[in-house]
């Protein structure tokens, strides 16, 4: 179990190094339009899409928390030593790592519908 528990480890901090480190290269780039100020330090963008670019973020974070919950049920399987209650339990954590993954992908399609007709009505 200790073992189990440095891997663990490991992966949290490679985890939290890259959400620490990638936004500020992505930041260079200015895809969000922080650069995009007027005089008064209001931004010129709708409501409407930064509500759609915040959603859709979070719904990826989501998303990649789904992806690595599939993949430690996949690491409990390799790791159960043939142990029928690991291997089933592995077997619910990646059942469940699926449904999560399911529900935000709909979840994004959604939220990109609703907010593509909200821009075409305006």
Same mark, same amino acid.
């Given at each position: 179990m200790n073992k189990t #528990?440095?891997?663990?480890? =490991?992966?949290? *901090? /490679?985890?939290?190094?890259?959400?620490? =480190? =990638?936004?500020?290269?992505? *930041? *260079?780039?200015?895809?969000?339009? =922080? #650069?995009?100020? #007027?005089?008064?330090?209001?931004? /010129?963008?709708?409501?409407r899409s930064a509500a759609s670019g915040v959603i859709q973020s979070l719904l990826g974070v989501l998303g990649l928390l789904a992806l690595v919950i599939i993949l430690y049920g996949g690491f409990r399987w390799m790791t159960s030593g043939g142990s029928e209650d690991g291997i089933t339990s592995a077997k619910k954590t990646i059942g469940a790592g699926i449904i999560g993954l399911a529900i935000i992908l709909f979840a994004y399609a959604i939220v990109s519908f609703v907010f593509n007709v909200l821009g075409k009505a305006t």
């Open positions: #528990n440095k891997i663990i480890k =490991v992966i949290l *901090a /490679s985890l939290l190094l890259v959400c620490l =480190v =990638v936004p500020a290269m992505v *930041a *260079a780039a200015d895809p969000y339009g =922080v #650069n995009d100020v #007027n005089i008064d330090g209001l931004t /010129s963008k709708d409501i």
